[in-house]
């Protein structure tokens, strides 16, 4: 018995003595934004029928291309009040009292993102919902915890994120 322990000290030893750490501390280079929030903005969008769906859709392209593990928000331009935007975060379903509906939602890829529109009436009958629709589209790296902060607020994505609106770039139709 005493050797048994003997030899399993002996292995334990060498095994818990060969864990060392001499890998180098990884420092990501953030000249290139690689690692922050960015929004980008999309100033009237304009939706089309598509066959293929049956949804109304607006397509445009992602430039930078994501990261695998990025993270996109995306806000509507829902109202302005005393000069100020009140965005509403998407998917949003816009319910009125006679029973119609207008739902908003949204897929994407790493290069494209698609907004998709649709309703249970026709929404060639109002016209104002398929054009000249304000989004902000925010997207937040990956490696970000971003658990602790309320997602549906864009201005408090913004502040969290400390994104600088300045900066907004326009996506491009595809």
Not at 53 to 80: E, F, N
Request: proline share 3%; aromatic share 16%; with cysteine.
């Amino acid at each position: 018995m005493r050797k048994i322990f003997l030899l399993l000290s002996v292995v334990g030893l060498f095994t818990l003595s060969s864990c060392v750490d001499d890998d180098p501390d990884v420092i990501y280079n953030n000249t290139d934004n690689y690692f922050e929030a960015e929004v980008f903005e999309i100033n009237q969008a304009t939706f089309s029928f598509d066959n293929n769906t049956g949804y109304y859709t607006s397509q445009y392209i992602l430039d930078p291309a994501l990261y695998p593990a990025d993270m996109i928000l995306v806000y509507r331009l829902k109202d302005v009040v005393n000069n100020s935007d009140v965005w509403e975060m998407i998917p949003k379903t816009i319910y009125y009292d006679n029973g119609d509906y207008v739902e908003f939602d949204f897929d994407f890829t790493r290069n494209d993102i698609v907004f998709y529109m649709g309703a249970n009436y026709d929404l060639g009958t109002n016209p104002n919902f398929l054009q000249n629709q304000v989004f902000r589209v925010v997207i937040i790296p990956g490696y970000d915890n971003s658990a602790r902060i309320d997602l549906t607020d864009y201005n408090n994505v913004i502040k969290e994120f400390n994104i600088d609106e300045s900066n907004m770039k326009t996506l491009k139709l595809k």
